[in-house]
């Protein structure tokens, strides 16, 4: 009911930025709670970068804190992460994701953030 299509992965020297985003193509009756992004590096478990519900209330991982910045339009249902002055441990695959109102997750493919030394 839920379907998320990611972009903007790419591969940068450490000190740049990327912008990523993510729409969510919903079901009919069906509303989202919160949205985020998540990261998984080879051989790591998936760890949470940052969330935001529709309230626009952010959570965020200690090694981004600073560098990284949510946004949602409640409206588009997309969720955006503006990440700067990034470095080699924040190459991983990018997973949005988005829980509905029944609490209900969803992920997406992912798109690969590869930052060089």
């Known amino acids: 009911q839920v379907r998320l299509v990611e972009s903007g992965g790419a591969s940068v020297p450490a000190g740049g930025s990327l912008r990523l985003s993510c729409r969510a193509s919903?079901?009919?009756?069906?509303?989202?709670?919160?949205m985020g992004w998540f990261r998984q590096a080879p051989g790591n478990q998936r760890e949470l970068v940052a969330t935001?519900?529709?309230?626009?209330?952010?959570v965020y991982s200690d090694s981004v804190k600073g560098r990284f910045t949510i946004s949602m339009d409640n409206i588009e249902n997309t969720v955006d992460l503006r990440m700067n002055n990034l470095e080699p441990g924040d190459t991983a695959i990018y997973l949005c994701?988005?829980?509905?109102?029944?609490?209900?997750?969803?992920w997406g493919q992912g798109t690969q953030v590869t930052v060089s030394s």
């Open positions: 994701y988005a829980s509905t109102s029944l609490s209900v997750p969803y």
């Open positions: 919903l079901g009919r009756a069906v509303w989202l709670d919160a």
């Open positions: 935001i519900n529709h309230s626009g209330f952010t």
